[in-house]
């Protein structure tokens, strides 16, 4: 089921990056976040409380909450960057260089997380980082 929920999590990416482009036009890339990340946590929200999870939060530990609140910053500077790339630089540039975050996770997942990195997750990295530049240059 995991396979079924990445595929749908890029094409929304995809649809992510072609509406934020149309959407950051004649505004600054922090108002744009800003009316994201409204909307994210509207919804968000929305699918806790109606998904009957509401008391999960009173089960949340110091350490989920720890690692949630630096999760949800590395996520708010990841938007405001992408967002202020987007601001001037063509999406079909800009997505590929933010998926480039593909190879790091790979590689963060490597040494902090002691997930595997065999041949073909290397090859499969190297290619991603060749085929970004090959797109962007």
Do not use: H
Request: net charge positive; no cysteine; hydrophobic share 60%.
């Amino acid at each position: 089921m995991w396979k079924y929920y990445a595929l749908l999590s890029a094409f929304f990416a995809a649809l992510t990056a072609i509406l934020a482009k149309v959407g950051v036009k004649g505004i600054s890339g922090d108002v744009a976040t800003a009316v994201r990340t409204f909307v994210v946590l509207i919804i968000a929200w929305g699918i806790v409380i109606f998904g009957g999870q509401l008391k999960e939060v009173k089960a949340l530990g110091k350490e989920n909450l720890i690692f949630l609140v630096l999760s949800g910053f590395a996520t708010g500077l990841s938007w405001i960057f992408y967002f202020k790339a987007l601001e001037t630089g063509d999406v079909s540039k800009v997505a590929p260089i933010d998926k480039l975050s593909i190879v790091l996770v790979m590689i963060f997942a490597f040494i902090f997380l002691s997930e595997p990195m065999n041949f073909k997750t290397v090859l499969g990295g190297s290619l991603i980082v060749a085929g970004t530049v090959l797109l962007v240059l």
